[in-house]
């Protein structure tokens, strides 16, 4: 996001108010008496420098902007760019936060929080107003004492060393922004965006854990187009084949109970998305989905239909063969593209699979250095999950979904203002019989 604010203080700018005037500051100049005024065509000695913004905002269309930190006093989102007249309430944001939030079961951190939240602007009359957003959530079950340890020196694979490479700062209690606490903001805007998503075009995004460790869901146990939601809410790691649930379980207890832990994978499934999402060469839809679920904490890998498998295939084994079926729709007989072809979604389902490393936060002594630069060793306090997968489900859900409905805005923006070309191209919306009634 970029800013036109001052630079003296970024940059060194120099302090005169001749200088000051040249690099856009908010001081004015001297004014120059009416008869003097000019209006010169290019002035070939102004500069103008665009800050970054420092990593908290997501997407072009629709605007997240996270805040707050893990110890503080709470944490949420900004939504800028909903759209207005959508029926919305907390009832629509708790659902995700409850399979997102702490303490919901023996094999999660056991910190202790409701994580409910609150809408505080936005809204009248229980619809957006195309006004900015914000939902809160409160903290409430803060143990700072838990990191004294952790003050003087550096979890090892943990952000606190390079935040403090970075910053030169940091907040030690619970991790700061580094703590996926603050992934509280994603998930609340993550259900406005999968509701917006459902309503306009029926599109749905459904992910579940398919890895803990060196328990792998085989890919044939599970159809993509027909799992529920409520297979994979039925057991408390969240993978939708009971068999294998049990065996994830199994697989975190036995590090739990050595103060250890483990990573695993976690696949996202996209089922009715609009076609023509997505742009060509540097934002194309894979690129966005990868940044988005890079993002967030302890991912390690991302990949989409046949990821790395398709490099065993010879082209003609991998190539998805097209077809017409019975609505007089170009299908595909194959997915191994993942329901994206040249950057641009092609309707068929988006599959994807990010990995997600073990908690760097272990109650084993390990060896590491303090913020002094003194070798030492450490056993980590406080609150963890010894596998972080089953929490991260909804999280995965909340970044594709953030993804989609920006780019489906962009698509709407820049393609659908003149009629479609109805022989190659299908309108975004679903049609449907029910439309919201706002009150007048």
Same mark, same amino acid.
């Given at each position: 996001?970029?800013?036109?604010?001052?630079?003296?203080?970024?940059?060194?700018?120099?302090?005169?108010?001749?200088?000051?005037?040249?690099?856009?500051?908010?001081?004015?100049?001297?004014?120059?008496?009416?008869?003097?005024?000019?209006?010169?065509?290019?002035?070939?000695?102004?500069?103008?420098?665009?800050?970054?913004?420092?990593?908290?905002?997501?997407?072009?269309?629709?605007?997240?902007?996270?805040?707050?930190?893990?110890?503080?006093?709470?944490?949420?989102?900004?939504?800028?760019?909903?759209?207005?007249?959508?029926?919305?309430?907390?009832?629509?944001?708790?659902?995700?936060?409850?399979?997102?939030?702490?303490?919901?079961?023996?094999?999660?951190?056991?910190?202790?929080?409701?994580?409910?939240?609150?809408?505080?602007?936005?809204?009248?009359?229980?619809?957006?107003?195309?006004?900015?957003?914000?939902?809160?959530?409160?903290?409430?079950?803060?143990?700072?004492?838990?990191?004294?340890?952790?003050?003087?020196?550096?979890?090892?694979?943990?952000?606190?060393?390079?935040?403090?490479?970075?910053?030169?700062?940091?907040?030690?209690?619970?991790?700061?922004?580094?703590?996926?606490?603050?992934?509280?903001?994603?998930?609340?805007?993550?259900?406005?965006?999968?509701?917006?998503?459902?309503?306009?075009?029926?599109?749905?995004?459904?992910?579940?854990?398919?890895?803990?460790?060196?328990?792998?869901?085989?890919?044939?146990?599970?159809?993509?187009?027909?799992?529920?939601?409520?297979?994979?809410?039925?057991?408390?790691?969240?993978?939708?084949?009971?068999?294998?649930?049990?065996?994830?379980?199994?697989?975190?207890?036995?590090?739990?109970?050595?103060?250890?832990?483990?990573?695993? +994978? %976690?696949?996202?499934? /996209?089922?009715? *998305?609009?076609?023509?999402?997505?742009?060509?060469?540097? !934002?194309? &839809?894979? #690129?966005?989905?990868?940044?988005?679920?890079?993002?967030?904490?302890?991912?390690?890998?991302?990949?989409?239909?046949?990821?790395?498998?398709?490099?065993?295939?010879?082209?003609?084994?991998?190539?998805?063969?097209?077809?017409?079926?019975?609505?007089?729709?170009?299908?595909?007989?194959?997915?191994?593209?993942?329901?994206?072809?040249?950057?641009?979604?092609?309707?068929?389902?988006?599959?994807?699979?990010?990995?997600?490393?073990?908690?760097?936060?272990?109650?084993?002594?390990?060896?590491?250095?303090?913020?002094?630069?003194?070798?030492?060793?450490?056993?980590?306090?406080?609150?963890?999950?010894?596998? +972080? %997968?089953?929490?991260? /489900?909804?999280? *995965?859900?909340?970044?594709?979904?953030?993804?989609?409905? !920006?780019? &489906?805005? #962009?698509?709407?923006?820049?393609?659908?203002?003149?009629?479609?070309?109805?022989?190659?191209?299908?309108?975004?919306?679903?049609?449907?019989?029910?439309?919201?009634?706002?009150?007048?």
């Amino acid at each position: 996001m970029a800013s036109n604010l001052s630079t003296n203080h970024f940059l060194g700018a120099p302090s005169t108010s001749a200088g000051s005037a040249r690099l856009g500051s908010l001081q004015s100049p001297p004014l120059l008496p009416p008869q003097s005024l000019q209006l010169p065509a290019r002035r070939s000695q102004s500069k103008r420098f665009e800050i970054q913004a420092s990593g908290s905002t997501y997407g072009n269309y629709f605007r997240v902007t996270t805040f707050g930190e893990s110890h503080g006093g709470g944490v949420g989102c900004v939504v800028d760019g909903c759209p207005p007249r959508l029926p919305l309430s907390e009832e629509d944001i708790q659902g995700d936060l409850d399979r997102r939030r702490p303490g919901q079961s023996r094999i999660t951190t056991p910190r202790k929080e409701t994580d409910t939240c609150k809408i505080a602007s936005g809204i009248a009359d229980g619809f957006t107003t195309g006004s900015p957003i914000k939902v809160e959530v409160p903290n409430t079950d803060q143990r700072g004492n838990d990191y004294t340890e952790m003050s003087l020196a550096y979890r090892p694979s943990h952000a606190d060393a390079t935040y403090d490479f970075k910053y030169g700062v940091r907040s030690v209690q619970g991790g700061g922004r580094s703590s996926a606490r603050e992934t509280i903001g994603r998930v609340a805007a993550g259900a406005i965006a999968k509701k917006i998503l459902k309503q306009y075009a029926g599109t749905e995004v459904l992910a579940y854990v398919s890895q803990v460790h060196n328990v792998v869901l085989p890919e044939n146990l599970v159809n993509d187009e027909t799992v529920t939601l409520d297979q994979i809410e039925s057991n408390i790691v969240r993978c939708p084949n009971p068999e294998y649930a049990e065996k994830m379980i199994a697989a975190i207890d036995a590090v739990r109970v050595r103060g250890d832990s483990v990573g695993g +994978v %976690v696949t996202c499934i /996209v089922r009715n *998305v609009p076609r023509g999402l997505g742009s060509p060469v540097f !934002d194309k &839809l894979e #690129a966005e989905l990868a940044k988005a679920a890079m993002s967030l904490p302890a991912t390690k890998g991302f990949e989409f239909g046949s990821g790395f498998a398709g490099t065993f295939m010879t082209g003609s084994e991998h190539n998805d063969e097209f077809y017409m079926d019975e609505q007089g729709r170009i299908r595909t007989k194959t997915n191994r593209s993942g329901g994206i072809q040249g950057g641009i979604s092609n309707g068929e389902t988006i599959n994807m699979r990010v990995a997600f490393k073990p908690t760097s936060t272990i109650s084993r002594k390990q060896n590491t250095v303090t913020r002094d630069k003194h070798d030492t060793e450490l056993i980590a306090r406080g609150r963890h999950d010894p596998c +972080v %997968v089953p929490r991260a /489900v909804p999280m *995965v859900e909340a970044m594709v979904a953030l993804v989609l409905i !920006d780019q &489906l805005m #962009a698509q709407y923006a820049q393609c659908m203002l003149f009629p479609i070309n109805p022989a190659l191209q299908e309108p975004l919306e679903v049609p449907t019989n029910e439309q919201a009634q706002v009150p007048l």
